[in-house]
């Protein structure tokens, strides 16, 4: 039902990220299209673009659907910097303008998905914070026009860092549910545990899912980002751990995946698209992915 694999690395140039992806075993992967802490994006030629995408098909043609099936295997983080609650204007636009450029980058590039973190309420204050967010993100949309669908990522809840619990993430997703490009949400496990969202056993996961579906609606949920937390439950701190070392625990995961697999995958899921990215060091990140393919692969039929 869903592919696993990490977020690699495009150095030297984007058409390396699918071989990073298939030499760690990945059956999906995540890349930034330009630098993450800021400076200019890299152009995306014809020439890069055709070579990224003679990579993917060389790479990912082993049992794998290929780009050239016209099934994504990718997708695009935004850059760290984007923050829509900056009292900045220049900050503000910008960030409008790079997601804006990171949704038609992804475009060209064949992605599924993009997704972003929002920034901070600490400029404006929640109330003003969210309106000018709202604003923000209606703007990317209404000058968008592409295949690549554009999703909201829970945040860890840390400071005042805007969509920090399902009910902020309803209330920004309102006015973007009328563009046809508008996805969803990417649910990160570390950072929703660290906000509170206990996913540590079964009935904690159901619990969890339960309140995202009141909120949000399950319908809304997908793709992950699949991390293990440094951080207690309610710590409020962006901190990833590998699988099974962390305050989650590989029962976690287990009862994460079995939920999916039972009961999200029934009524939502579309065939072979929900796509479980790994942010853990690549130290063992390769560990990683073969232990929640392993979980998965282990599931009741």
């Not at 592919?3 to 058409?15: D, E, L, P, R």
């Not at 009935?203 to 997908?222: P, R, Y």
């Not at 590989?250 to 990215?277: D, M």
Request: net charge positive.
């Amino acid at each position: 039902m869903y592919k696993i694999g990490c977020h690699v690395s495009i150095a030297g140039g984007v058409w390396n990220a699918p071989k990073n992806a298939a030499d760690l075993g990945c059956e999906t992967f995540q890349i930034f299209t330009r630098p993450p802490m800021g400076g200019n994006a890299p152009e995306l030629t014809p020439e890069i673009i055709s070579k990224f995408k003679e990579e993917m098909e060389r790479c990912f043609d082993r049992g794998v659907p290929s780009a050239a099936e016209g099934t994504p295997l990718f997708v695009v983080h935004c850059p760290y910097f984007v923050n829509f609650g900056s009292a900045t204007p220049r900050i503000y636009h910008g960030s409008i303008s790079v997601v804006g450029e990171d949704l038609k980058r992804a475009n060209l590039l064949g992605a599924k998905y993009v997704m972003t973190h929002l920034g901070s309420f600490k400029d404006l204050g929640a109330k003003k914070g969210m309106k000018q967010a709202k604003a923000g993100l209606s703007e990317v949309l209404k000058k968008y026009k592409g295949d690549t669908a554009f999703l909201l990522e829970i945040a860890a809840g840390s400071g005042e860092t805007i969509g920090g619990n399902f009910e902020q993430l309803a209330e920004l997703m309102e006015p973007l549910m009328k563009f046809k490009t508008f996805g969803g949400v990417c649910f990160d496990t570390q950072h929703a545990f660290a906000s509170g969202y206990d996913l540590r056993d079964a009935s904690s996961v159901a619990k969890t899912f339960k309140q995202f579906d009141k909120a949000i609606g399950l319908k809304w949920l997908k793709m992950s980002h699949i991390n293990d937390s440094k951080i207690d439950l309610g710590g409020r701190k962006d901190r990833h751990e590998h699988i099974g070392e962390g305050k989650i625990g590989q029962a976690g995961f287990k009862a994460f995946l079995e939920y999916l697999n039972t009961v999200y995958s029934k009524q939502y899921a579309e065939s072979g698209s929900f796509y479980l990215i790994l942010e853990t060091e690549h130290d063992k990140v390769k560990t990683d992915i073969k232990l929640l393919k392993s979980l998965r692969n282990n599931l009741k039929k």
